[in-house]
């Protein structure tokens, strides 16, 4: 006997097809070189643009391309590195200590669970999704305004709390389908 797949599981199939037909190799928006480099790109991304976190990140990351740099680096550097995007003040503060947590718990090394991750300054699950998924190939649903709103529209979802769409995406596509398919929604 052959399974029923629902309405939402067809249109969830039909988005996909569309959307991998359109963008086959779609990835993260973000300009890094390390895992590391990625988490404080997509902390310095939030309630930002892409473009604007990619035109600060080269000359940051050229001063203070590890961890441990980042970690000993002047407050004060870190903001005037940063002070174009959104939050700076807030967002030097989280990509600094968030540097140190780095160093003292992880040996300078990103940690790959999403307990973990979240348990950063600036990192929710939309930030460790996208660090799992582009650093580690580890599947996770980034819902940013965009995903959520689409999947909204496209009745894949009834939730406007970001962690419930993201329940909700995970029933509809399969968990090698997650990362990308933020990307490509995005």
Not at 128 to 143: C, D, L, M, S
Not at 171 to 186: N, Q
Request: positive net charge.
């Amino acid at each position: 006997m052959t399974p029923t797949i629902s309405k939402k599981h067809a249109r969830a199939q039909m988005v996909w097809n569309t959307l991998e037909a359109q963008y086959p190799d779609v990835g993260t928006f973000l300009t890094h070189d390390s895992s590391f480099q990625l988490l404080i790109a997509v902390i310095l991304s939030a309630q930002c643009t892409d473009e604007r976190v990619n035109r600060v990140t080269p000359k940051l990351f050229a001063a203070y391309p590890t961890a441990s740099l980042l970690a000993k680096a002047d407050l004060q550097d870190i903001k005037e590195h940063i002070k174009s995007v959104n939050y700076f003040h807030n967002k030097a503060r989280n990509i600094k200590k968030t540097s140190q947590i780095l160093m003292n718990t992880y040996k300078g090394e990103v940690p790959s669970s999403l307990v973990e991750l979240v348990t950063l300054p600036g990192v929710g699950r939309k930030t460790a999704n996208v660090v799992r998924g582009q650093a580690f190939g580890e599947p996770g649903i980034t819902v940013d305004t965009h995903v959520k709103r689409v999947t909204y529209r496209l009745g894949l979802t009834a939730q406007k709390n970001p962690e419930k769409v993201e329940y909700d995406l995970m029933k509809v596509w399969p968990a090698d389908y997650w990362t990308p398919i933020s990307s490509m929604i995005i």
